[in-house]
Nanobody, 117 residues
Framework: QVLLAESGGRLVQPGESLQLTCVAS???????MGWYRQAPGKQRELVAQ???????DYSDSVKGRFTIDRDNAARASYLYMNNLKPEDTAVYYC????????????WGQGTQVTVSE
């Protein structure tokens, strides 16, 4: 079993920046890491992901504003969010495509980000 622990979510004003951190209970070497979000009444959506080799991909809604990074030594993934907008309000989840026996994929418990005046 792999545990993912997110942190960093809080209430911010529009235009501000925020950093989310995800720490895994075991090595993330060879693991694709991602950040998803789910707003009230909406489906969970992929925000950003980073491959084993460091290639990144972003949803159109955050491209140019968010940056995903990873530190294998720290077993951590980061989401740097700039110029936050009210529509970025959601619970943000960390994901890693860990292989655990016959199952694949581990999720964190989520961290709330609220963007409001």
């Amino acid at each position: 079993q792999v545990l993912l622990a997110e942190s960093g979510g809080r209430l911010v004003q529009p235009g501000e920046s925020l950093q989310l951190t995800c720490v895994a209970s075991r090595s993330i070497v060879g693991v694709v890491m991602g950040w998803y979000r789910q707003a009230p009444g909406k489906q969970r959506e992929l925000v950003a992901q980073i491959t084993r080799g460091g290639m990144t991909d972003y949803s159109d809604s955050v491209k140019g504003r968010f940056t995903i990074d990873r530190d294998n030594a720290a077993r951590a993934s980061y989401l740097y969010m700039n110029n936050l907008k009210p529509e970025d309000t959601a619970v943000y989840y960390c994901y890693g495509d860990f292989v655990m026996g016959s199952s694949t994929g581990a999720w964190g418990q989520g961290t709330q980000v609220t963007v409001s005046e």
